[in-house]
């Protein structure tokens, strides 16, 4: 079974702070995609990033970058100099190499950026 | 404009009501889901079909059907809706291969209140 765990349930920052949001996962599968997609306060989900298992370098998008770790099953993304607009719900996720392609969620972080 | 649409937006109903939510892609994707949202517990799959009249379980499929009759189509039925049933529904579609690299686009979602 796979699973996605994001312990932290909110966090609030001062704007200009860096801050990192927390990801673990659990899968048996060798191959599978990691993924972060934001939800801000409209409620659409918007695509950040997706990771696949085998590419380990971390990646940096302007003021977002992310950091994979096998060994330690993590995919966190910390966002630098923090906005008002990161303001949000961020979820991890999960999906397979193959078969249904569901995308397994973590339970989401609330990301509140005070002025 | 590549999108995954859905109708409708909000919806307030009572229990026992029959409804369908429609789910609708413009990208020629075989693999189209839905998904619930709920608080402190994520996105949670209900049902996701592979391609035309290829339909199957996910997580969470108790007090919902689907039909894929066509390509771009993938309407949520409730035959009798129940107030736990009270959610944030998105819909999604993706292209589907043997890599599962492929970006899963998400609908704005549907909000639906069981009274």
């Known amino acids: 079974a796979q699973k996605v765990t994001q312990a932290q349930t909110e966090i609030s920052v001062v704007e200009k702070e860096d801050v990192t949001l927390d990801c673990v996962y659990e899968t048996r599968d060798t191959t599978y995609y990691l993924f972060w997609y934001k939800q801000p306060p409209s409620g659409e989900l918007v695509f950040l990033i997706r990771?696949?298992?085998?590419?380990?370098q971390n990646e940096i998008s302007g003021r977002y970058s992310w950091n994979f770790q096998k060994s330690t099953s993590s995919f966190n993304f910390t966002i630098t100099a923090s906005q008002v607009v990161d303001s949000a719900v961020y979820f991890c996720a999960l999906r397979p190499n193959f078969g249904n392609e569901k995308l397994t969620f973590g339970t989401g972080t609330r990301l509140t950026i005070i002025p | 404009e590549a999108q995954v649409t859905q109708n409708p937006r909000y919806l307030i109903t009572v229990t026992g009501k029959k409804l369908t939510v429609t789910c609708s892609q413009n990208m020629n994707h075989e693999y189209m889901s839905w998904y619930r949202q709920d608080p402190g517990l994520g996105l949670r799959q209900i049902y996701y079909?592979?391609?035309?009249?290829?339909?199957d379980k996910g997580d969470v499929p108790e007090g919902y059907k689907v039909s894929r009759k066509e390509k771009r189509n993938f309407p949520l039925i409730l035959e009798s809706p129940s107030p736990n049933q009270t959610s944030l529904y998105f819909c999604a579609s993706s292209l589907t291969g043997t890599s599962g690299s492929y970006e899963q686009y998400f609908g704005p979602g549907t909000r639906l209140t069981v009274t």
């Open positions: 079909s592979m391609n035309v009249e290829v339909t």
């Open positions: 990771r696949n298992s085998f590419d380990e």
